[in-house]
Structure formats: C-alpha cells, structure tokens
C-alpha cells in the first residue's frame, strides 16, 4: 500500500507589492504644470527624485501626458510709458529673468516664444522668456504702411510640446502704397528673408494676435477700412482674403481665435453679447462661417458695478481663455466652466490693451532650467496657492516617508 503523501498543488506566487519607488514616478506625473513650483519642490525633496525629474525620459513623458502647455503668463503693451514698454506679466510661479521690454511693442507670442517690435525703428527680435534668449530679426527689405507679423516654429516633425532652441519662421504681411498687400518670411535657419509675393487688394493689417491653423497665419486688418482677414501660408507661400461674418464687419471689438475643432474662428461682442463662430467647409469647398455659441456678458462677468460693454482683447487657444476689457479692467473667461478672473487693471482708459498669452512647459533639468532657480521659485510660492494641497509619497535614498505639498 503507498502511503506517500499526496503533493499540494503549487500556487503562483503573488506579485511583489508595489512600492513607495515604484509609484513616485506615477505620481509626480500628475504634478499640474500650470505651476511650476509644484516640480521644484518635488526635485528638492531627494536625489532619486531630483534624478528623475531632471530626465530626458520623464521629462518627454510629463509633457506627452499633459499634451497642452500651459499659460505661464501673459505680456502686455504699457503705453503709459514713455517710449512704450512690454512686461511680462506672470499667471504661474514662472516669471522671466528681465519681464520689462522697453522701447519694444509685443505682436506675437508661439510655440514658447513672444515676437517684439521696436518702437523706433520698427525691427523685429524674437524672444524666449524661458531661456532669456534674443534674436534680432533683419529689416525686412520692403517698405510697409502697415504691417503686422507672428512666429512659428520651424523643427520639422514638431509636437511643439519643447520648442527652446529650436529653428523659427517669422511670418511678415503688410500693405504698400500701391494697393498691394505682399508677405514674405524670414527662416532662423538661413538668416534671411524668402521672396515677397502679393496680391492686388488692399488691407491695412492691424497689430491684433494672429492665429495660427496648419501652415496658415490669419490677421485682422484696420475695422475702418474694409474690415477683412488676411491668410498668409507659409508653406505654399499664398495669401489670401476671408471676410468676418456679416454682423461684426463694422464692429472693432473683435479677435479671431483658433475654434476648439482647430479651424479659424472668430469671437466678437455685440449688444452686450459675445458671438463664438467658426469656419465650416461644404463638399464643394466653399467655407462660410457657422454661430457656435452665444454668451450674455453679464451672465459670465458676476461682477458688480460692470457698466462698460466688453470688448475682446485676446484669446488663449490651449486653456480655452477669452479676454475681455470693460473699463480699465481685463478679465479672463474659460469658455467651458465658465469661471472668470480679473487679471489686470488699466492705469488708463483711453489706450487700446492687447492680452498676448504665453504658452510653454517650464520643467526642470534643462538648459534653460537650472535647479537652484526652481528653489528660488518653490521657496518664494504663496501657501495660499489655488492649486489643492497635495500628499505626495516621497523616497529617500534609504528610507521612505511621508511627504507634504502645501
């Protein structure tokens, strides 16, 4: 008789728990990058952290993950001063090296970097407030009436997710004196200008925001005469005239913006309400301009004591901003919760306020990027940030232990 003890069966053995290190990057992943401090204290906490943040690895993740930079700050032009002036002014803990411009007019911000302009000679110099760098752009060799111009980044196969450094394209479109409206571009990688191209119809472009969709920049040209948009693309080099819709062709409190389907859209203020339109193309080709949305600006604006109409002066395509002035104050209005903030407050009434948003990820472990500023940056934050309190799980190099943000 076999009396051997029958065998148990064999179990698989349970996966390893996971630990405090193997959950901070996860976590720190999530870390909103519409504040910056936020990764600066998580990179002092401790060099396995620091080391991480600081990877190329992470860092390509953190942005892939969060897909849209956020809005650091905004940049203004303060007429009050003589000469004029442009100054950075910061919506998050990043604030540039040298926020003041003076002498210079701001036209354009893109891709992590804002387009000045003289105010005596009228010369280009683009600027990256991450890395403190300039560049000053060559005269463009056609005289102009008035013109206005954007940046873009020039990298080829770019997610514009980490622009820095990179090569750019400044798009120049303005009118003569004979009628003509012509445009050219001006590439960083050759240091100069391409051939102008025009077409026989006048258009006094204004120096309201451009809007950029595919390879086409758009701009508004003067209300006053002929109330048009300009569409300049810059890779098949054509220009182009599309005509606002029908109520707002007399109206100047208007900007075109980028439509949250990524087509040209257009938003203007009209007895007291704020049109949302964007461009629709039929089978045939043919685009004509479709009512997205309707908002009484009362009804956004809970303020009181409000008795100006609002008029647009700037939009954020990424945060989904709409800014609008009444009075000598700029609000900004998220078009999906509705939630409104007043970010700026006029000196003066009688000088027309153009809101330039700037977009860009400011991470740390770069060459723009130095740790210590970061440390500058988490130890000068307010503890009565917006942002929620976070509990983060923090590794040492031997230990682990609880960790708080506040």
Known sequence: MDTTAPKRPRHASAPAPRTITDMAPEILLRLPPDDPAYLARAALVCKPW?????SKAFLGRYRAFHRTPPMLGFVLNLKEHFGGMTRFFPTSTFCPTAPDHPGMSVLDARHGRVLLQTAMDQLLVVWDPVTGEEWKIPEVPVFALGFNAAVVCAAAGCDHLDCHGGPFRVAFVGSDNHGYTFACTYSSETGAWSQRIEIEEPAFVNDRPSVLVGNTVYFTCDPSNNFKIVGYNIVAQELTVIWPPSQHEYYSCTVIVKAEDG?????????????????????DGDVEWVQRRVIQHKTMLRTRGLTNPPEVVGFAYGPGLIFVRTGNTVFSM??????????YTCRSKNYEVI????????TPGTDYACLSCYGQTAIAMSTHSSQMSLLLLACCEDEAKYFAFS
Request: avoid cysteine; aromatic fraction near 14%; charge should be positive.
């Open 50 to 54: 620091r080391r991480l943040l600081t």
């Open 263 to 283: 087509t040209l859209g257009f938003t203007g203020v009209q007895n007291g309400r704020l049109y949302l339109w964007s461009m629709k193309a039929d089978p």
């Open 334 to 343: 998220e078009l999906k919760s509705g939630h409104v903030r007043k970010v």
């Open 355 to 362: 809101v330039v948003p700037y977009m860009s990820f400011y």
